[in-house]
């Protein structure tokens, strides 16, 4: 993933939001892009989903696909590249309000799925020496694997017709974990991405998070905590999760040993697949103390880097995670030279 190593998204944009003109045209502007790239990043990751580009009937707005190419031009204009990531698409979306709606069952809207990438890739293909395509965001329940395997392999097929050599970013379930990667089909060709989503300890990077099951909204953490301290919160706080922290000493500190242990697998399958690893979100609630969103940063980039795990962190603004607002601005100096 050369020219992909480090980047943040541009969550709530295209995405997630609630699809106006206004929202388009103001929430990102040109002097962001900029800013991206005297943060000294090299690529920005941008979620859309299917309501920029579609009615609800399926017909092509070309306002929307206008929007893109600008990015695009942005993008170019500034030496970043960018990963184009459909973050919901017709009958499909990873947010629980929504859900899944027929997505995996019906050929029709799938057929509408692999129609708009081919679509993407007619008009965006040509920029494939600084462009990805990124499949869909976090398919939900494992369930769905062998379904996805199959509607992802016929997508990258129609894709590669017309775009031959585009690299196409595609993860798994349980919202792109790390340990659905071992169940991805094997690489269609040399231009295929393993793509996962790290916020583990999801106790301390979700702490009060809102839309949680669960979650106390009151509850806070230090991330320099203990592991028992880690499973004992998670219990409390998201009934039902496991803390994945069984075989660690439960009074000791988390450490580096943690993330090592996280990516393993991740990193096994990879190398034996040959095939490049992804990491498309990561990042801390802001809720968090900023020293200590700062000491997750350091910790799980170390790990990235000791793998040659390319990455972007989520977000640049708002969303509850954004790097670029007034919360950040104690440490995003020392964030960016972590991401």
């Not at 009958?91 to 993407?120: P, V």
């Not at 996280?262 to 990491?279: G, Q, T, W």
């Not at 020293?291 to 640049?316: G, N, T």
Request: aromatic share 16%.
């Amino acid at each position: 993933m050369k020219g992909y190593k480090h980047g943040v998204n541009l969550g709530g944009w295209f995405s997630q939001c609630d699809h106006t003109k206004e929202r388009y045209d103001t929430f990102i502007v040109e002097s962001d892009i900029e800013k991206i790239k005297s943060w000294g990043m090299d690529h920005i990751r941008v979620p859309v989903d299917y309501n920029l580009v579609e009615d609800k009937d399926g017909n092509y707005k070309e306002d929307g696909f206008a929007y893109i190419e600008k990015t695009i031009a942005w993008a170019g204009k500034y030496g970043l590249n960018m990963v184009l990531d459909l973050h919901k698409t017709f009958g499909y979306s990873f947010d629980s309000g929504e859900a899944e709606e027929g997505f995996f069952d019906r050929k029709d809207y799938q057929e509408r799925f692999y129609r708009l990438w081919e679509e993407f890739a007619k008009r965006f293909g040509q920029y494939s020496d600084r462009l990805a395509f990124e499949l869909l965001n976090e398919v939900t329940k494992k369930k769905y694997c062998e379904r996805w395997n199959r509607i992802s392999h016929i997508c990258v097929e129609r894709i590669r017709k017309i775009a031959p050599t585009i690299k196409i970013l595609i993860g798994g379930y349980h919202n792109n974990s790390i340990e659905a990667l071992k169940d991805l089909e094997l690489p269609y060709d040399a231009n295929i991405v393993y793509n996962f989503h790290c916020y583990e300890p999801l106790i301390f990077t979700h702490q009060g998070a809102y839309w949680v099951d669960g979650m106390d909204h009151d509850f806070r953490m230090p991330f320099a905590s203990t592991y028992g301290e880690y499973v004992k919160c998670t219990k409390e706080n998201i009934p039902g999760f496991d803390a994945g922290m069984d075989g660690y000493e439960q009074d000791k500190v988390l450490g580096e040993e943690y993330f090592e242990n996280l990516v393993k697998e991740a990193v096994r399958v990879a190398r034996e697949r040959k095939v490049d690893l992804y990491c498309g979100e990561f990042g801390v609630i802001d809720l968090a103390v900023p020293q200590d969103a700062l000491a997750w940063y350091k910790m799980i980039c170390a790990c990235f880097d000791r793998y040659d795990i390319s990455r972007a962190a989520w977000s640049y603004k708002e969303m509850d995670f954004g790097l670029s607002d007034e919360h950040m601005a104690p440490v995003l100096e020392d964030i960016l030279k972590a991401i």
